[in-house]
């Protein structure tokens, strides 16, 4: 596929599709010191070019998997974000219909296979929905998303080596946001540079500028071609930073307020507006335009939510098994 | 009836799903140029290809992943652990995702694979070869257990979990590869979730499944020499578990024994005593009895090994005492 030139209409969409994802992230939490949302919950602030720049590179029928911190890639495929909300807040309405919660989002019909909650379990489940894609002979690319901590996990040597003998048309993307939790990557490992792990296994790898949305896009379109015409994995790692603590319980007693400030100053979504800006491509009535549909959507979001029902207490014996009937043992 | 070894049931079973279903495939380690590390999969590399019989390394986390999202993707792997006991490195593949996906994807993603292997002890192997996991993989809903112990059932039972839209785990032995038995030369299938009553009587009930179901089959045959009738059902699922055929046996024979080659504690025995004591309290003539292996690991002298598992004279010990001929 050609690489796409970044016109005006690109950098509108970016902008308001990573301002409402930081929105609807700002609302979620929210909801969580309301009680509203439960469990764990993991923000994607600061890492929306991550997002923004894949989605653009991607083409119909080409695939996403991802961890826990997967709120809004869905979204950006596609999903409808009230369903996100709903799923949020547990109710019948949300796309796993109350039962993933937070971690586990998940859309068959916009290629979003999850949501994941054990560190590094996604990985080889994205080679092999790119292995199901060779065997059919179909021309797409599967995007497996990781975070830093996950990179010192078995299951990412072991999938890289299949990935490269197989030859799979897949692209490994480390979001590499410094911390795993509240550890830094220099305390887990003797050095910081994490794209030469794909060195040992032959796979061409590189660091990435993870702030900016077409810096993303340029490495993730060199990337995707490759394992589209047939020329196999690529691993990236993507430097970005998350704003927010790993989860809301996290006080973030391992790193400074102006280390968060530093990074803040690269923030994705002001690149994209300097870049509207500069080029005139948006005046300050087109921003406070978007910025009242981001608003309007996100109260949507919490409306539809808010006014859907919890499951019924029979939905925990539902999508389990295909097989009707199953005999579940009750006492 | 044609007779046939139960590695031969094996290959026909799945080289007739492939035949009939282009989605069916085979990975693990020495299935495909080695034809099996128990010659399980005798001659499908060179039916099917490299393609659909792969060669992997010794990675069993990184295969079983790449096989459950090629599930997720539309295709219907067959998994092969050479030994379930390294199945333990790719665990969290199998309980945290296969057995998860559709619950957590509010019924989106079903996950159609089968995972298959020897479980248990294979003779004197050692602790980490000699261990058995269908009370651990059966504890996990998500997911069903068959554990087949006769040519017959394997093949049966296999073709209906390579059909099966839920993930299926099947367990073997090494040291029934090379069982005959007759198997008929044309197709059936075995539904999964049904017991079999492998020997009828009327005096004692013994449950049991898989390779050590022989044991319990040799003590009954000897029983009855001395008048003792023993039913010997064989449970070949034990998730979902047929207890209705268990109770209705034990509603007639008043005695259970349950016969098992697994650690005690959380047992299937176990499950089983604890629903029969439910549902047919007022029949039973006689504590339920279990024999288990040991609850140690499994050691590797012939001695350590013989008091590990449970034998013949054992069997036919308890199996007096439920039915108050110790005289």
Known sequence: MAKKKLTKEVYLKWYEDMLFWRKFEDMTSALYIQQKIRGFLHLYNGQEALLAGALLAMEPGDKMITAYRNHVQPIGLGVDPRKIMAELMGKVTGTSRGKGGSMHMFSKEHHFYGGHGIVGGQIPLGAGLAFADKYEGRNNVTLTYMGDGAVRQGSLHETFNLAMLWNLPVVFVVENNGYAMGTSLKRTANHEEIWKLGLGYEMPCMPVDGMDPAKVYDAMHEAMERARSGGGPTFLEMRTYRYKGHSMSDAQHYRTKDEVAEFQKQDPILIARSVLESKKWAKESDFEEIDARVKALVQECVAFGENSPYPEAHELWQDIYVQENYPFIKE | ?327
């Not at chain 2, 031969?8 to 282009?22: I, Y």
């Not at chain 2, 992997?56 to 792997?77: D, K, Q, W, Y």
């Open chain 2, 1 to 327: 009836m044609r007779i046939i070894q139960y590695r031969e049931a094996v290959a026909e079973a799945m080289s007739e799903e492939m035949r009939r279903d282009e989605n069916v495939y085979l990975m693990g380690e020495e299935v495909a140029e080695y034809n099996g590390a128990y010659k399980a999969s005798k001659g499908m590399l060179d039916e099917f290809g490299p393609k659909r019989v792969l060669d992997t390394p010794i990675a069993e986390l990184g295969f079983a992943g790449i096989a459950v999202g090629s599930a997720m993707n539309g295709l219907r792997p067959i998994v092969e652990f050479m030994t379930w006991n390294f199945s333990l490195v790719a665990i969290d593949q199998i309980i945290s995702n296969a057995a998860k996906m559709r619950q957590m994807s509010g019924g989106q993603f079903t996950i159609p694979i089968v995972f298959r292997g020897p479980t248990a002890s294979a003779g004197q192997l050692g602790a980490t070869h000699s261990q058995a996991f269908e009370s651990w993989y059966a504890n996990c809903p998500g997911l069903k257990v068959v554990v087949p112990s006769t040519p017959y059932d394997l093949k049966g039972l296999l073709k209906s979990a390579i059909r099966d839209d839920d993930p299926v785990l099947i367990m073997e032995s090494e040291q029934m590869y090379g069982d005959k038995g007759e198997v008929p030369e044309e197709e059936y299938l075995i539904p999964i979730g049904v017991a079999d009553i492998k020997r009828p009587g009327t005096d004692v009930t013994i449950v049991s499944f898989g390779k050590i179901i022989k044991v319990a089959l040799a003590a009954a045959e000897q029983l009855a020499e001395e008048g003792i009738s023993c039913e010997v059902i064989d449970l070949r699922t034990v998730r979902p578990i047929d207890y209705d055929t268990v109770i209705e046996s034990v509603k007639k024979t008043n005695r259970l024994v349950c016969v098992e080659e697994a650690w005690p504690l959380g047992s299937i025995s176990t499950e089983i005593a604890y629903m029969v004591q439910k549902r047919a309290f007022d029949y039973l003539d006689a504590p339920v009895r279990r024999l288990t292996t040991a609850d140690t690991p499994a050691a590797y002298a012939p001695t350590l090994m013989e008091a590990f598992l449970p034998s013949v004279d054992q069997v036919k010990s308890v199996v007096r005492e439920v039915a108050y001929q110790n005289a």
